[in-house]
């Protein structure tokens, strides 16, 4: 069983920034990919950023790139996510969550290709 526990969110100004931490549990942290997805009221959940089991590989939804950064430190079992010049449109609840595949050699964007999920951590930028 996988625990991941997120912490980080809260309420920031538009253009504020915020970093996100998901701690891992249960299985070996290092061989799975990790990804960060978020939910708006009456949305689907969306992928936001993933890195690859290595952290040698990263992928980004369009509208966050060159403003998010998702980094992981596998010594701690800790995945982050960097969010600068937050805007409006970025409040959501945010969701950390760990590849199903060990050792893919992608990082996938697909939701049902994760299986074990964190809480969530709301995130609210006024505007």
């Known amino acids: 069983q996988v625990q991941l526990v997120e912490s980080g969110g809260g309420l920031v100004q538009a253009g504020g920034s915020l970093r996100l931490s998901c701690e891992a549990s249960g299985r070996a942290f290092s061989t799975y990919a990790m990804g960060w997805f978020r939910q708006a009221p009456g949305k689907e959940r969306e992928f936001v950023a993933g890195?690859?089991?290595?952290?040698?590989?990263?992928s980004y939804a369009g509208s966050v790139k060159r403003r998010f950064t998702i980094s992981r430190d596998n010594a701690k079992n800790t995945v982050y996510l960097q969010m600068n010049s937050l805007l409006p449109e970025d409040t959501a609840v945010y969701y950390c969550?760990?590849?199903?595949?060990?050792?893919?050699?992608?990082?996938?964007?697909?939701?049902?290709?994760?299986?074990?999920w964190g809480q969530g951590t709301q995130v609210t930028v006024s505007s």
């Open positions: 969550a760990a590849d199903r595949l060990q050792g893919r050699s992608y990082v996938s964007t697909i939701r049902d290709e994760y299986n074990y």
């Open positions: 890195i690859k089991w290595s952290g040698s590989s990263t």
